[in-house]
């Protein structure tokens, strides 16, 4: 099997090459990114994904599968809406064209759902994006439910909630605190945090969103409408606590903004019956996420 990853160089880029060479080292990997440094037995392709030859490369008859990660994060895609257009639709858009017949599973984002969220969110909810970024990614999903709907793809467009912990001070992330949270209790360094204690959000380790990328890059099922993958429901106060336990957090500081609360820190309980039936997983619990961010950290 030879799978395509695009965005292989990003922060779950390589936690997804990570898992696959070390779990499935069967699998031939195409990996593609703008810059791919550091990927030596493996394959490799730098290049602009807007280019059509890049495109073209990727989606080449030999390309079993193509797993999408590459995108423009969700502040940058505010700022820019013509390169979000670019990058996190019509890329997408290309690849659902050019993959006819074969695997693909398309990373998408919690942000489709908006700011104004019912308790719980759950299968039923409606999309309704308040951003850019969210607006894109459902435009995504809708294309690619249509073409599964024609048999023209198979595979999943996932949505995946808060990463955890990205490298210190990512950019174009307006929910970089969150990772930061981890690196500031590790180093003992100060941070504002711009929510309250009680703001909540919905966390995934890099390591968890790996191994369910990578379960659905390999398998065989297949979804028409978007899945929204399990994440636990973290207050940042209780995150703040149990980061207490393992470092330095006296240098944290509480200081609110409420536009970065709204988008960042207002989540309600989540429900995700259809992706638990997948076999799709979160980490179990804060103690067992926290201690995974620290462990790979």
């Excluded at 207002?266 to 179990?284: E, I, K, V």
Aim: proline share 6%; aromatic share 4%; with cysteine.
């Amino acid at each position: 099997m030879l799978l395509a990853i695009t965005g292989a160089a990003g922060f779950v880029g390589r936690a997804v090459v990570r898992q696959l060479a070390a779990l499935h080292p069967e699998v031939d990997l195409l990996l593609a990114d703008r810059e791919v440094a550091g990927f030596d037995g493996h394959e490799t392709l730098a290049g602009d994904l807007t280019d059509p030859a890049v495109i073209a490369a990727l989606t080449a008859p030999r390309v079993d599968a193509v797993l999408h990660l590459a995108a423009l994060p969700g502040g940058a895609a505010e700022r820019d809406p013509e390169a979000s257009r670019a990058i996190n639709l019509d890329v997408p858009l290309a690849l659902i064209a050019a993959m006819r017949g074969r695997r693909l599973v398309i990373a998408g984002s919690i942000a489709v759902f908006g700011g104004a969220l019912p308790d719980p969110v759950d299968d039923a909810t409606v999309p309704a994006p308040a951003s850019v970024y969210g607006t894109h990614k459902r435009m995504v999903e809708l294309a690619f439910a249509d073409a599964v709907r024609r048999d023209a793809v198979s595979g999943f467009a996932l949505r995946l909630p808060g990463i955890v912990a990205r490298p210190a001070a990512a950019g174009g992330f307006g929910s970089a605190f969150l990772s930061d949270i981890f690196h500031t209790a590790l180093a003992g360094t100060p941070l504002r945090v711009p929510v309250a204690a009680d703001a909540s959000s919905w966390l995934m380790s890099v390591r968890c969103c790996a191994a369910n990328l990578v379960a659905a890059a390999l398998g065989e099922r297949t979804a028409q409408a978007a899945v929204t993958l399990p994440a636990l429901r973290v207050t940042i106060g209780d995150l703040v606590a149990e980061l207490a336990r393992h470092g330095d957090v006296s240098g944290i500081r509480f200081d609110e903004v409420p536009a970065t609360r709204a988008t960042f820190g207002s989540y309600p309980g989540l429900a995700t019956p259809r992706a638990d039936a997948l076999g799709f997983r979160h980490d179990g619990s804060l103690t067992q996420l926290v201690e995974t961010v620290l462990a790979d950290l």
